[in-house]
């Protein structure tokens, strides 16, 4: 858990290196894709794993998004906490090895008092913290965690509401734990549903840790008026040389005007 002021970093060392120059390098070389900003994007999805199994995914999306990004709303789902709808951690930054990541207090004032704060530690954002510190070195983040029954497009309108120009990231994973064909189809499906702009094909049956995550994502590009959607970077943890029988799938997709 965490104290209110910031969020420590839990998940260093584990899904990220620990050493701070270790770190950084790491950053850099998976930003270093050939891929070329979209600045007419509002929003992504990326993968939250382990760096060694989905950082090459996160890294397309990071590099692929707008440059000139000052507000980061990153929406991820809760894997530990129970937490039912949704909140908003209302805090002064969240910690990593590169320092801490200020946190936009004002959209976050806002939201809580619609969506409330609760603050505990939660690898789905985290892991997003080192790529936005090192992409965008003086954004602010808002962090937005999604229980297990949310109201996505509420927390859209509220997000839009209180942050219209804010780049959103959504953290997700794909399918978990399938023999490597199986969860090529599943993700497949994932990735249609995203890619066909409409919120609610991303339904609860569709297998995406982050599916509300997304869902969201997709309620924000309505409100924006986005037009496009485009697949990024797909990879599962087979890549990362985690084997063929039991996959996890990475997805990175952006949503453009």
């Not at 965490?2 to 950053?27: C, H, K, N, Q, R």
């Not at 953290?171 to 919120?199: C, G, I, N, T, W």
């Amino acid at each position: 858990m965490a104290s209110m002021d910031t969020l420590i970093p839990v998940f260093a060392g584990s899904f990220y290196p620990a050493d701070p120059v270790e770190l950084e390098s790491m950053v850099l070389q998976l930003l270093d894709n050939g891929c070329e900003p979209l600045e007419d994007a509002v929003g992504m999805v990326v993968p939250h794993a382990g760096y060694v199994y989905s950082g090459k995914t996160a890294g397309h999306g990071f590099a692929s998004a707008p440059d000139l990004v000052t507000t980061v709303v990153v929406i991820a789902p809760s894997h530990r906490f129970p937490l039912t709808g949704e909140t908003v951690f209302d805090i002064d930054g969240v910690e990593t090895p590169l320092g801490s990541c200020p946190v936009n207090r004002k959209v976050t004032g806002e939201l809580a008092r619609s969506i409330g704060s609760t603050v505990f530690s939660e690898h789905s954002l985290e892991v997003m913290i080192p790529f936005i510190q090192v992409r965008w070195p003086d954004a602010e983040i808002v962090p937005v965690i999604l229980g297990m029954r949310p109201d996505c497009r509420r927390t859209a309108e509220l997000i839009q509401k209180h942050a219209p120009d804010a780049f959103i990231v959504a953290s997700s994973d794909l399918s978990h734990f399938h023999p490597l064909a199986a969860a090529e189809k599943l993700d497949r499906q994932v990735m249609d549903a995203f890619l066909s702009l409409y919120p609610a094909e991303i339904t609860d049956d569709l297998e995406a840790c982050g599916r509300a995550a997304i869902r969201t994502l997709l309620y924000i590009a309505e409100l924006r008026n986005a037009r496009k959607a485009v697949e990024l970077h797909y990879s599962t943890s087979a890549d990362g040389g985690a084997g063929t029988d039991e996959v996890v799938g990475y997805f990175s997709g952006m949503v453009m005007k």
